[in-house]
Protein backbone atom coordinates (compact mmCIF):
# COMPACT_ATOMS: atom_id res chain seq x y z
CA UNK A 1 0.00 0.00 0.00
CA UNK A 2 1.64 3.25 -1.45
CA UNK A 3 -1.16 5.58 -0.34
CA UNK A 4 -1.62 8.36 2.01
CA UNK A 5 -5.38 9.05 2.39
CA UNK A 6 -6.76 12.41 3.95
CA UNK A 7 -10.08 12.85 5.17
CA UNK A 8 -12.25 15.54 4.52
CA UNK A 9 -12.00 16.10 1.04
CA UNK A 10 -14.00 19.09 1.43
CA UNK A 11 -14.20 21.70 4.55
CA UNK A 12 -16.21 24.70 4.40
CA UNK A 13 -15.97 26.28 8.40
CA UNK A 14 -16.96 29.41 9.93
CA UNK A 15 -14.59 31.61 11.34
CA UNK A 16 -15.59 30.00 15.27
CA UNK A 17 -15.61 26.99 14.44
CA UNK A 18 -13.19 23.56 15.13
CA UNK A 19 -12.75 21.36 13.25
CA UNK A 20 -9.70 18.45 12.24
CA UNK A 21 -8.14 17.06 9.32
CA UNK A 22 -6.65 13.58 9.16
CA UNK A 23 -3.91 11.99 7.41
CA UNK A 24 -3.22 8.52 7.13
CA UNK A 25 -0.12 5.82 5.90
CA UNK A 26 0.58 2.15 5.95
CA UNK A 27 3.91 2.14 4.67
CA UNK A 28 5.98 2.72 7.71
CA UNK A 29 6.90 5.76 7.09
CA UNK A 30 8.06 7.83 10.35
CA UNK A 31 8.27 11.11 8.96
CA UNK A 32 5.03 12.92 8.23
CA UNK A 33 4.05 16.41 6.69
CA UNK A 34 1.41 19.39 6.44
CA UNK A 35 1.64 21.49 4.01
CA UNK A 36 -0.45 24.34 2.46
CA UNK A 37 -0.72 25.06 -0.78
CA UNK A 38 -2.34 28.25 -2.29
CA UNK A 39 -3.49 28.13 -6.01
CA UNK A 40 -0.56 27.71 -8.63
CA UNK A 41 1.72 28.31 -5.81
CA UNK A 42 3.99 25.09 -4.25
CA UNK A 43 3.42 23.74 -1.22
CA UNK A 44 4.50 25.65 2.04
CA UNK A 45 5.80 23.59 4.65
CA UNK A 46 3.52 23.82 8.16
CA UNK A 47 5.00 20.91 10.33
CA UNK A 48 6.97 17.99 10.11
CA UNK A 49 6.92 14.92 12.34
CA UNK A 50 9.69 12.39 12.95
CA UNK A 51 9.19 9.66 14.94
CA UNK A 52 6.17 10.76 16.23
CA UNK A 53 7.66 14.15 17.65
CA UNK A 54 7.22 17.51 16.10
CA UNK A 55 10.65 18.13 14.98
CA UNK A 56 9.97 20.79 13.04
CA UNK A 57 7.05 24.09 12.74
CA UNK A 58 7.67 26.77 10.65
CA UNK A 59 5.98 29.86 12.73
CA UNK A 60 2.89 28.34 11.76
CA UNK A 61 -0.22 30.30 13.58
CA UNK A 62 -1.38 28.81 17.07
CA UNK A 63 -5.06 28.36 15.40
CA UNK A 64 -3.44 25.21 13.39
CA UNK A 65 -2.71 22.63 15.91
CA UNK A 66 -0.90 19.35 14.72
CA UNK A 67 -1.36 16.00 16.67
CA UNK A 68 0.42 12.83 16.05
CA UNK A 69 -1.38 9.77 17.86
CA UNK A 70 0.81 7.28 16.25
CA UNK A 71 3.18 6.34 13.45
CA UNK A 72 0.15 6.13 11.07
CA UNK A 73 -1.88 8.56 11.58
CA UNK A 74 -1.52 12.83 11.94
CA UNK A 75 -4.12 15.15 12.59
CA UNK A 76 -4.42 18.40 12.13
CA UNK A 77 -6.82 20.75 14.53
CA UNK A 78 -8.48 23.99 13.06
CA UNK A 79 -9.32 26.55 15.66
CA UNK A 80 -10.24 29.67 14.85
CA UNK A 81 -9.55 30.30 10.89
CA UNK A 82 -9.24 33.42 9.18
CA UNK A 83 -10.69 33.46 5.29
CA UNK A 84 -6.87 33.69 4.28
CA UNK A 85 -6.63 30.54 5.68
CA UNK A 86 -7.96 29.05 2.52
CA UNK A 87 -6.50 26.32 0.93
CA UNK A 88 -5.53 23.04 0.13
CA UNK A 89 -3.89 21.49 3.15
CA UNK A 90 -1.65 18.42 1.87
CA UNK A 91 0.01 15.80 3.52
CA UNK A 92 2.95 13.80 3.18
CA UNK A 93 5.04 11.12 4.09
CA UNK A 94 8.77 9.92 3.94
CA UNK A 95 10.49 6.65 4.24
CA UNK A 96 13.35 7.07 5.67
CA UNK A 97 17.25 5.26 5.25
CA UNK A 98 19.72 6.00 2.41
CA UNK A 99 20.21 9.74 0.44
CA UNK A 100 16.69 11.83 0.91
CA UNK A 101 13.62 9.94 -0.15
CA UNK A 102 10.61 11.22 -1.96
CA UNK A 103 7.64 12.52 -0.33
CA UNK A 104 4.34 10.46 -1.09
CA UNK A 105 1.40 12.91 -0.86
CA UNK A 106 -2.27 12.57 0.28
CA UNK A 107 -4.64 13.95 -2.22
CA UNK A 108 -5.40 17.07 0.19
CA UNK A 109 -8.15 18.29 1.91
CA UNK A 110 -9.59 21.53 0.10
CA UNK A 111 -10.29 24.01 3.01
CA UNK A 112 -13.01 27.10 2.91
CA UNK A 113 -12.88 29.35 5.91
CA UNK A 114 -16.24 31.53 5.88
CA UNK B 1 19.97 28.40 2.03
CA UNK B 2 19.07 25.94 -0.73
CA UNK B 3 16.63 27.35 -3.72
CA UNK B 4 14.89 25.69 -6.68
CA UNK B 5 14.50 27.93 -9.87
CA UNK B 6 12.16 26.91 -12.82
CA UNK B 7 11.74 27.94 -15.67
CA UNK B 8 8.32 30.40 -16.13
CA UNK B 9 5.42 29.22 -17.44
CA UNK B 10 2.62 28.58 -18.46
CA UNK B 11 4.06 26.78 -21.41
CA UNK B 12 1.30 25.19 -23.72
CA UNK B 13 2.29 22.97 -26.56
CA UNK B 14 0.69 20.65 -29.50
CA UNK B 15 0.28 17.29 -29.23
CA UNK B 16 3.38 15.54 -29.56
CA UNK B 17 5.48 18.44 -29.15
CA UNK B 18 9.18 18.53 -27.64
CA UNK B 19 9.05 19.28 -24.03
CA UNK B 20 11.63 21.11 -21.97
CA UNK B 21 11.14 22.61 -18.77
CA UNK B 22 14.47 24.03 -17.05
CA UNK B 23 15.35 23.97 -13.00
CA UNK B 24 18.26 24.78 -11.87
CA UNK B 25 19.24 24.85 -7.58
CA UNK B 26 21.70 25.74 -5.35
CA UNK B 27 22.09 23.71 -2.26
CA UNK B 28 24.90 22.48 0.48
CA UNK B 29 25.94 18.97 0.68
CA UNK B 30 24.13 16.29 -1.64
CA UNK B 31 20.82 16.51 -2.27
CA UNK B 32 18.57 14.53 -4.09
CA UNK B 33 16.69 15.72 -6.96
CA UNK B 34 12.67 15.51 -7.93
CA UNK B 35 9.86 16.31 -10.21
CA UNK B 36 6.69 16.13 -8.71
CA UNK B 37 3.29 16.66 -10.93
CA UNK B 38 -0.02 17.94 -9.69
CA UNK B 39 -2.85 17.18 -11.89
CA UNK B 40 -6.25 19.71 -11.18
CA UNK B 41 -7.61 18.61 -7.57
CA UNK B 42 -5.05 16.42 -6.66
CA UNK B 43 -2.17 15.99 -4.39
CA UNK B 44 1.33 15.97 -5.89
CA UNK B 45 2.43 12.78 -7.13
CA UNK B 46 6.60 11.35 -7.80
CA UNK B 47 7.70 11.70 -11.74
CA UNK B 48 10.90 11.09 -11.42
CA UNK B 49 14.12 10.96 -9.13
CA UNK B 50 17.64 11.38 -8.85
CA UNK B 51 19.87 11.13 -5.92
CA UNK B 52 23.39 11.63 -6.98
CA UNK B 53 25.18 13.48 -9.78
CA UNK B 54 25.03 11.85 -13.26
CA UNK B 55 21.82 9.70 -12.28
CA UNK B 56 19.02 9.85 -14.92
CA UNK B 57 15.81 9.52 -13.90
CA UNK B 58 13.05 8.21 -15.87
CA UNK B 59 9.08 7.66 -15.56
CA UNK B 60 6.21 7.82 -18.48
CA UNK B 61 8.14 9.20 -21.14
CA UNK B 62 10.37 11.86 -18.92
CA UNK B 63 13.60 12.15 -18.14
CA UNK B 64 15.97 14.21 -16.06
CA UNK B 65 19.72 14.33 -15.61
CA UNK B 66 21.44 15.29 -12.35
CA UNK B 67 24.07 17.58 -13.46
CA UNK B 68 26.26 18.52 -10.39
CA UNK B 69 28.76 20.97 -12.78
CA UNK B 70 25.31 22.98 -14.20
CA UNK B 71 23.25 22.52 -11.08
CA UNK B 72 20.35 21.60 -13.19
CA UNK B 73 18.09 18.93 -13.21
CA UNK B 74 15.81 19.98 -16.74
CA UNK B 75 12.49 17.84 -17.53
CA UNK B 76 11.83 16.33 -21.35
CA UNK B 77 9.86 14.60 -23.09
CA UNK B 78 10.09 13.40 -26.66
CA UNK B 79 6.32 13.41 -27.75
CA UNK B 80 3.76 15.22 -25.08
CA UNK B 81 -0.07 14.06 -25.06
CA UNK B 82 -3.02 16.15 -23.95
CA UNK B 83 -3.08 13.78 -20.62
CA UNK B 84 0.29 15.16 -19.45
CA UNK B 85 -1.26 18.69 -19.23
CA UNK B 86 -0.85 19.77 -15.13
CA UNK B 87 2.01 21.53 -13.06
CA UNK B 88 5.28 20.15 -12.77
CA UNK B 89 7.40 20.72 -9.51
CA UNK B 90 11.39 20.89 -9.29
CA UNK B 91 12.19 20.17 -6.03
CA UNK B 92 15.18 19.57 -3.85
CA UNK B 93 15.83 17.48 -0.75
CA UNK B 94 18.83 17.51 1.70
CA UNK B 95 17.69 15.34 4.70
CA UNK B 96 14.93 12.77 5.55
CA UNK B 97 12.27 14.41 7.81
CA UNK B 98 13.93 17.72 6.71
CA UNK B 99 12.29 20.70 5.02
CA UNK B 100 12.59 20.42 0.80
CA UNK B 101 12.77 23.19 -1.37
CA UNK B 102 10.13 23.32 -4.69
CA UNK B 103 10.39 25.75 -7.47
CA UNK B 104 7.69 27.80 -7.95
CA UNK B 105 6.28 25.65 -9.93
CA UNK B 106 5.35 25.29 -14.23
CA UNK B 107 1.86 24.83 -15.91
CA UNK B 108 1.95 23.03 -18.69
CA UNK B 109 -1.16 22.83 -20.95
CA UNK B 110 -1.31 20.18 -24.62
CA UNK B 111 -3.43 20.97 -27.13
CA UNK B 112 -4.64 18.17 -29.48
Known amino acids: DTEVTQTPKHLVMGMTNKKSLKCEQH?????MYWYKQKAKKPPELMFV???????INESVPSRFSPECPNSSLLNLHLHALQPEDSALYLC?????????????FGPGTRLTVL | GDSVTQMEGPVTLSEEAFLTINCTYTATGYPSLFWYVQYPGEGLQLLLKATKADDKGSNKGFEATYRKETTSFHLEKGSVQVSDSAVYFC???????????FGDGTTLTVKP
Open chain 1, 49 to 55: YSYEKLS
Open chain 1, 27 to 31: MGHRA
Open chain 1, 92 to 104: ASQGGGGPPNEQF
Open chain 2, 91 to 101: ALTNTNAGKST
